[in-house]
């Protein structure tokens, strides 16, 4: 590892040729959650690096902005508590990569709640007064067995099979983490190792070829528990429809609680994804303290620090290839393309080409393979054809940004997370949003107040409060208005997206009745602005879909691995391993792993265990050097 150097806080710059530094090692192109984590990781193992961004600020999904005198995060709405302890795995990581100022505050519990129309609880039981408008919530509090307890008890607490299959759920979803684990670790092994951690992988793609909704119906309705799955290694397919055991739609609806964080319905998302986001959350949520953008803040201060650069209005427009292999990239600034109205416009826009020995891609397998390399590569070729390819990129979403007159502890707004399911049978919900987004409501919104969450956002915004409502929202909608300019779309579209805002705020009224009349400001986001911002492959807000077919062989060489076909041009984002900020954090390590080679991973990985060695000791100063190293291994399997 390189010499540790001073840090001071330092934001990155526009991009301009003379301010590209010599001799580059790496070049990352995206500052994302996975872009920054493999552009620290590289700096501090001695490698001068150089960060590409399109937008004009650093992050990714971890950047903030501010409109009509209010702040909003972009991506980053919540994490997991464990990335608030510095000695968990993920919180180590961040510890390490922001020299420990990075700060999260933990959710009190509930971290999360579900509510569901009063309608629901209507159409269920017959039993139920018509009178009733309360809307049924069930919480989400830290800690497995706990959770089961209070979900349960909210559905039939006298039901001991009930519990006993949702146990059963809960220890299959910490099967599928234990499996992630040892992919995680695949990655870093040499070949001749893969057999320490074949058999964890080989049980986690069997439940990767099953669906949420299949494996519900296998657990809930018959009984199965994960090790009769993994024996069968072929899920039964549930029927169509809704389910005629009341209790057994609540808790299936309850427990389909986390596919706001990879976005596709039960019938086709794949349960790895499902069981790896439930386990992440279990034990709580977390969120920064100050804007989430300091986290690319500090990412960049740390590459700076070292000799490289991070440089944002940088539109990586082509990746070179010589011979083979990755040797640089073709460059413009963002804000040029910008102003061009046609192709022929933007061929005259100056270009700065940019040569390093590794180039990483951090901003999705799509952009790479459709965009950035050249298209008579016969990698890309492949990637193109159905046969040697079948995943896809992730759906878009809906973002509606509202600013709130007041104070958020005057107006008693929740400190956790609310999510909003419009129907018990999530995929029917899905069905009819799908088939008419405009007059029906979506199917899940997640609604959430920063205001409450960050410690920092009184004294930077009083009198002030803020909320996101997020649901999902198909590029396909937008696509006619795709190829105009941000700002300039024109009438219809506003009139479009009016119709989403109205049912998001209706949502909102509902839900947290308190803030009505008190919305100052509110603007609708959509997979257009996800292109703009973030440079999502039509919008697509989590790279890969987590569908079966992610972990099929045929897709194993495109994602889950920091490794291409192209020598010298590596993955560091959610595609090299899992959607979400963490999951693209996790990618981010393995593209870094996968730049610096065998011997270079040992000492990246000797480099972070004593990181957290240090930190155990602090906890508990009783420890040997040698009992908290081998505590920071434990950990780091967890």
């Not at 890309?380 to 054809?385: E, G, L, M």
Request: proline share 5%.
């Amino acid at each position: 590892m390189a010499k540790t150097s001073p840090v001071e806080p330092r934001r990155a710059i526009a991009f301009r040729p003379s301010a590209v530094p010599h001799k580059i090692d790496t070049i990352v192109i995206g500052s994302g959650s996975g872009g920054s984590t493999c552009a620290n990781l590289l700096a501090q193992s001695g490698q001068r690096v150089l960060v590409l961004e399109q937008h004009d600020k650093t992050g990714g999904c971890t950047h903030s902005f501010r409109e009509n005198n209010c702040e909003f995060d972009s991506g980053l709405h919540y994490t997991s508590k464990a990335i608030s302890q510095a000695t968990t795995r993920p919180g180590a990581i961040m510890d390490f990569m922001s020299r420990g100022k990075q700060e999260f505050t933990p959710l009190d519990d509930p971290y999360d709640e579900i509510l569901f129309p009063a309608k629901e609880e209507m159409d269920s039981y017959a039993n139920v007064s018509r009178a009733t408008h309360q809307m049924p919530s069930y919480h989400f509090i830290s800690g497995q067995r706990k959770n089961v307890e209070s979900i349960v008890n909210q559905i039939n607490k006298d039901d001991v099979q009930l519990k006993m299959k949702a146990n059963a759920w809960m220890d299959l979803c910490q099967d599928i983490h234990k499996g992630f684990i040892a992919l995680g670790i695949s990655r870093i092994l040499p070949n001749w190792l893969h057999f320490l951690v074949k058999p964890e992988i080989d049980r986690l793609m069997t439940f990767a070829s099953m669906t949420v909704r299949d494996v519900q119906h296998a657990v809930f309705n018959l009984g199965f528990t994960p090790g009769k799955l993994a024996r069968l290694r072929v899920c039964p397919k549930a029927p169509d429809g809704y389910d005629s055991d009341h209790d057994l739609r609540r808790i299936k609806g309850v427990l389909c609680h986390p596919i706001g964080d990879y976005a596709v319905q039960p019938r086709d998302a794949t349960m790895a994804a499902h069981g790896v986001t439930m386990v992440h959350y279990i034990d709580g949520g977390s969120y920064t303290v100050g804007p989430t953008q300091n986290i690319s803040i500090r990412n960049s201060s740390v590459v700076r620090s070292y000799g490289g650069e991070v440089m944002v209005d940088a539109t990586v427009r082509e990746i070179i290839v010589e011979h083979g292999r990755a040797v640089g990239v073709r460059v413009s600034n963002t804000s040029e393309l910008n102003k061009c109205t046609c192709e022929e416009e933007k061929s005259k826009i100056t270009v700065t080409e940019i040569r390093a020995k590794n180039i990483v891609c951090a901003t999705s397998i799509f952009n790479l393979y459709d965009k950035l390399l050249p298209q008579d590569l016969p990698v890309v070729k492949k990637f193109h054809d159905p046969k040697q390819r079948s995943v896809r990129q992730s759906n878009g979403h809906l973002f509606l940004f509202c600013k709130i007159k007041g104070d958020a502890t005057d107006l008693c707004l929740p400190t956790h997370n609310l999510w909003y399911f419009h129907k018990y049978d999530v995929d029917t919900a899905f069905d009819e949003y799908f088939a008419n987004p405009t007059e029906v409501r979506p199917p899940t919104v997640y609604i959430g107040f920063p205001c409450t969450k960050d410690v920092t956002w009184k004294k930077r915004f009083p009198n002030v409060s803020n909320c996101i409502l997020i649901s999902d929202g198909l590029y396909e909608w937008f696509e006619k208005w795709a190829n105009k300019p941000q700002g300039h779309r024109g009438q219809d579209y506003e009139d479009f997206k009016a119709k989403f805002s109205s049912h998001l705020l209706d949502i909102l009224y509902e839900c947290v009745p308190q803030v009505k009349g008190k919305v100052e400001y509110y603007e609708l986001g959509t997979p257009l602005s996800e292109i703009t911002y973030l440079a999502s492959f039509h919008g697509g807000s989590y790279g890969t879909q987590c569908t079966p077919s992610m972990f099929d062989p045929i897709n194993r060489q495109w994602t889950t691995t920091p490794h291409t076909a192209v020598p010298g041009l590596y993955l560091g984002g959610s595609d090299a391993f899992l959607p979400s900020v963490v999951g693209a954090m996790y990618g981010g390590v393995l593209g870094a792993c996968a730049v610096l080679g065998q011997l270079g991973s040992l000492r990246l990985g000797h480099a972070l265990l004593c990181h957290l060695a240090k930190r155990l000791q602090q906890d508990n100063p009783k420890l040997s050097w040698a009992q908290a190293y081998c505590g920071a291994i434990k950990q780091f399997m967890k």
